[in-house]
């Protein structure tokens, strides 16, 4: 595939990998921030071509991992109601919920589409006038402004059966809360690309000062995270904590102005829940009060009671970069995709299904 | 939707008495019989099924195959083919795999009540024509209907028995380390045919299922390379991870595989990609993978891209000794990750 196959060239890889080994003296911790970035590293087998003090532990940007199971609830109580469509995309569906999963709402009867985009909801919305369609807006920066163009598309459209169920999390915040935790490891970050198209890289520069760590703007393919890594590691030998931008073909440093404002036309920053690590504020997008008929939260009665996490999983630790997946002592036993104890086992973005996929610990000479 | 690649009628339809299909086409009374003898009846037309009894009799002599396979496709016209053709080549091709040569074939259809007379009238010509290509006899059959909504369109059954052919050995418990692993052609593509239409992942493509039946290419390989073909399975649902780990687990020898050899068509892997797909377990229906001796690998791959169906054949890795019941692949940029068996179905990511 061309402008694909130039990023997965091994002759190129090679180059980057003897650089990374020249230039590392001292152990380091980076973290990637994406869970299209852990994938990546994983089944490239990239982890272990990396000079061996140099550690990469896997951050919070798998967006299926952080929605809170209480929203995962609010979402499977909609999509049980007779006359709801809820539109989902693809990988939240095997999520576990306190009971049960969107899967297994859908197998018991619960009207569940798979979308690509939120856009062909609004398309549902105006082909099923007598149904209310709610579509589960999850993700970070980069659905919120697809998500948020679908409400004013149904705004404009004069559509009264669409909703959204918003579960928009920020990258920025997480990043701040992992870096303050008192136990943190991190020594620099690769940000995530995609992300940064939308947002630009202005917020980064007061993190990267205020914590003296280098963030390092990435893109999601090996000679990308290649060389978002020896970025990195080059600021780290050197002492300095820049903000770079890697992935140069697609993030600008004021990021898609126009993505920026449609964003802001439909959502407003508040508080977030994020699984596994808890109340982080001002860390998520909720539909603003312009828009609030489209807000499914106060459309509906959503009467369901707060869940609790399964302690078991310890998926909180891993996404704050203090432990690796096999080390939690149910990955493999007690926890498996096809009966997860948490959401990174089954996300196809978490890292608990990275390595459980293309990298298990019995497997010889894999890491 | 593509229609330039649905199949052409080339049998004109009779006249039957409905648009649709009604209950009582399946209520073994006037409806059934008018369908049966205007429609499957005439067109399937062979001396097993002209005798219209309740089952066939045949003559077969020698150790037989037999298979069978039911097809609840959706959508059931997709490019490349259909419902109909899907169910003859399924099961012609599982009895080839077996080394067997596929001789007669039962057919039984469940139809949603309301499903049009033309839609089933092109299904049955793509059968016929399906059968005709692979050298089937389809002799005995059966027709349910159901009521509007306890079926989805239609679904199909079919069995097959056919005589394993005398030089044929295959069987797991043959491979041996040192095997080289052949694909036959480009894999994915029918998975992602049918991923082009589904509701909500409508995308504009070229890109056509690869259904076929095996038969003749895989009957001519027996007769030039007879035993030291070990292994031969088509990977349909599940992909080729899915086939690699099931004969990893019951053999417990290491399948090592190279990305880089994996031959796959442009387009289906760029949808893959945007669709976060991993082609590896992406269905396939006119494909099969040979796990064969090494010395012979190269003459079989020959063999194989001369065939019209296996110009993109490729050997795709081997069987080793370490890593013992698992299946690793080689990444394209010269790492090695696990190949695992799917959970559940492939969902498209967020993003």
Known sequence: MKYLNEYRDPALVEDFIKEIHRITTKPWTLMEICGGQTHSLVKNGILEMLPTNITMVHGPGCPVCVTSISVIDEAIFLAEQPNIILCSFGDMLRVPGSKISLLEAKAKGADIRILYSPLEAVQLAKQNPNKQVVFFAVGFET?????????????????????????????????????????????????????????????????????????????????????????????????????????????????????????????EVGDRIWRGIGNIPQSGYEVNDRYKEFNARLKFQINIPLAAENTACISGDIMKGLKKPKQCPHFGTKCKPEHPLGAPMVSSEGSCAAYYHYAQADVESII | MPQNSRVQLQCPMPKFDFDVITLGHGSGGLLTHRLLKSGVFDILKNDVLDQQHDGAVVEMHGKMAFSTDSYVISPIFFPGGNIGDLAVNGTVNDLTMCGAIPQYLSLAFIIEEGFEMKAFWEILVSIKNAATIAGVSIVTGDTKVVEKGKGDKIYINTSGVGLVHPKALIHHNNIEVGDQIIVSGNIA???????????????????????????????????????????????????????????????????????????????????????????????????????????????????????????????????????????????????????????????????
Do not use: W
């Open chain 1, 143 to 267: 659905t919120a402004p697809a998500n948020a163009l679908s409400v004013v598309h149904a705004d404009r459209l004069k559509l009264n059966n669409y909703s959204i169920l918003a579960s928009h999390v920020l990258v920025p915040p997480a990043m701040e809360a992992i870096l303050s935790d008192k136990d943190n490891l991190i020594d620099a970050f690769l940000a995530a690309g995609h992300v940064c198209t939308i947002m630009g890289m202005e917020e980064y520069y007061p993190v990267a000062e205020k914590y003296h760590c280098p963030i390092v703007v990435t893109g999601f393919e090996p000679v990308d995270l290649l060389q978002g890594i020896l970025m990195a590691v080059q600021q780290l030998e050197k002492g300095e904590y820049k903000v770079e931008n890697q992935y140069i073909r697609y993030v600008q440093r004021e990021g898609n102005a126009v993505a920026q404002k449609t964003i802001q036309q439909v959502f």
């Open chain 2, 189 to 351: 593509s029918h998975g992602m045919a049918i991923m082009s239409l589904r509701e909500g992942l409508e995308f504009e493509t070229n890109i056509i299922s690869d259904t076929v039946s095996l038969k003749s290419t895989v009957i001519k390989l027996i007769e030039t390379f007879g035993s030291d073909i070990h292994f031969m399975r088509d990977p349909t649902r599940g992909g080729v991870a899915s086939v690699l780990n099931e004969i990893a687990e019951l053999t417990q020898l290491g399948f090592y595989l190279e990305h880089k050899s994996l031959p796959i068509d442009e387009q289906v892997d760029a949808a893959c990609e945007m669709l976060g797909l991993d082609p590896l377990y992406v269905a396939n229906e006119g494909l099969f993978l040979a796990v064969v001796k090494k010395e012979i690998a190269q003459p079989f791959l020959t063999a194989l891209q001369n065939d019209p169906i296996g110009k993109n054949a490729a050997i795709i890795g081997e069987v080793t000794n370490d890593n013992k019941g698992k299946v690793i692949m080689k990444s394209s940029i010269g790492g090695k990750r696990m190949v695992t068996y799917l959970t559940g179905e492939q969902l498209p990511r967020i993003c």
